[in-house]
Nanobody, 124 residues
Framework: QVQLVESGGGLVEAGGSLRLSCAAS????????MAWFRQAPGKEREFVAA????????YYGDSVKGRFTISRDNAKKTVHLQMNSLKPEDTAVYYC?????????????????WGQGTQVTVSS
């Protein structure tokens, strides 16, 4: 089992950058695929990015391709989301998630473990 704690959210102007972090507990972090999802008020949870357990495969949602980068450090049990060129429509609660199936899903129902979320607000 793994517990996840997100940090790094905040208020930023459009065009700015933020770096989210997700710290994990548990001895088998390196076997989990990790992902970021986000949910804005009144909207469904949206896939943002995912990274395979070894970091060799990375996937991004269409709305963030070219602007966001996911990375992981298995030694430090952390995963990061570097967000550049932020837009007001990126405003949401961002969640870190983990999956130990061996795949790297891009759908939230396949993730077993979730953090509490961190708020990102982008002003225009």
């Amino acid at each position: 089992q793994v517990q996840l704690v997100e940090s790094g959210g905040g208020l930023v102007e459009a065009g700015g950058s933020l770096r989210l972090s997700c710290a994990a507990s548990g001895r088998t972090f390196s076997s989990y695929a990790m992902a970021w999802f986000r949910q804005a008020p009144g909207k469904e949870r949206e896939f943002v990015a995912a990274i395979s357990w070894a970091g060799g495969n990375r996937y991004y949602g269409d709305s963030v391709k070219g602007r966001f980068t996911i990375s992981r450090d298995n030694a430090k049990k952390t995963v990061h989301l570097q967000m550049n060129s932020l837009k007001p429509e990126d405003t949401a609660v961002y969640y870190c998630a983990a999956d130990d199936s061996g795949a790297t899903p891009r759908v939230s129902i396949y993730y077993d473990y979730w953090g509490q979320g961190t708020q990102v607000t982008v002003s225009s």
